[in-house]
Nanobody, 123 residues
């Protein structure tokens, strides 16, 4: 099984909100950097947001700035993505990821991945 698991996906109308959760499925120790990727149908996977230990550094894709908020619980090795003002173009499978550094995640790589959770935004 993969070490991370996502939840919170679903169907929502444009302008609505969803909150995604990610949790480690085994004892992997501290995860320094965590993030969220998404892959729209038939498209390439892209980074949505990333965050470091203690939430010192946060990164957002330009397409979600001002609408999405990433957060984490360091003790639980969990990450969250609050999505507001959702648009149809946000429709995708969202994947949680973890890596030793935010630089690694921003390069599109990760050491651990979740199975993905589907977010569908209707117009």
């Amino acid at each position: 099984q993969v070490p991370l698991v996502e939840s919170g996906g679903g169907l929502v109308q444009a302008g609505g909100s969803l909150r995604l959760s990610c949790a480690a499925t085994e004892d992997t120790g501290a995860l320094y950097a965590m993030g969220w990727f998404r892959q729209p149908p038939g498209k390439e996977r892209e980074l949505v947001a990333a965050i470091t230990w203690s939430s010192v550094t946060v990164h957002y894709a330009d397409s979600v700035k001002g609408r999405f908020t990433i957060s984490r619980d360091d003790f639980k090795n969990a990450a969250y993505l609050e999505m507001n003002s959702l648009k149809p173009e946000d429709t995708a499978v969202y994947y949680c990821a973890a890596a030793p550094s935010i630089t690694t995640i921003r390069a599109g790589q990760a050491d651990a991945w979740g199975q993905g959770t589907l977010v569908t935004v209707s117009s």
